[in-house]
């Protein structure tokens, strides 16, 4: 795994934590990662991308709680994608459903949302 893919704006008001779990979920949607791929140990992404070692223990956790990490103490954290595609959908669902309606009241046009999404 290549950790020059992730960085972290630091005057960002999104939690650092979040970047890196936001920065991983993207390497996986984006084939960089891949199911069974091992991520470096917290204290080596901590050390290379220059945060607290807490700050990636957290994301890990973050991950392994949504599914899409597993963390073995032998092995450390591996991608492992929850495989019920129908709980991953919903909670998809319910988070698109605020970003739309968000972007409604912002008077982001019904064509505007769909061509992102496309």
């Not at 893919?5 to 960002?12: A, E, G, K, M, T």
């Not at 140990?41 to 899409?68: D, F, P, Q, W």
């Amino acid at each position: 795994m290549q950790i020059d893919l992730y960085s972290i704006d630091f005057n960002s008001e999104e939690a650092i934590y979040m970047q890196l779990r936001n920065q991983i979920i993207l390497g996986i949607a984006q084939s960089y990662l891949h199911e069974g791929d091992i991520l470096p140990s917290v204290r080596h992404m901590a050390e290379v991308i220059g945060i607290n070692m807490h700050t990636v223990n957290k994301a890990y956790a973050v991950l392994r709680n949504e599914g899409i990490l597993t963390i073995d103490r032998r092995k450390g954290a591996m991608i492992s994608i929850n495989a019920d595609q129908l709980l991953a959908i919903d909670e998809m669902r319910k988070e698109i459903m605020v970003t739309i309606a968000k972007a409604r009241c912002k008077k982001v046009s019904r064509d505007e949302i769909h061509r992102l999404i496309d």
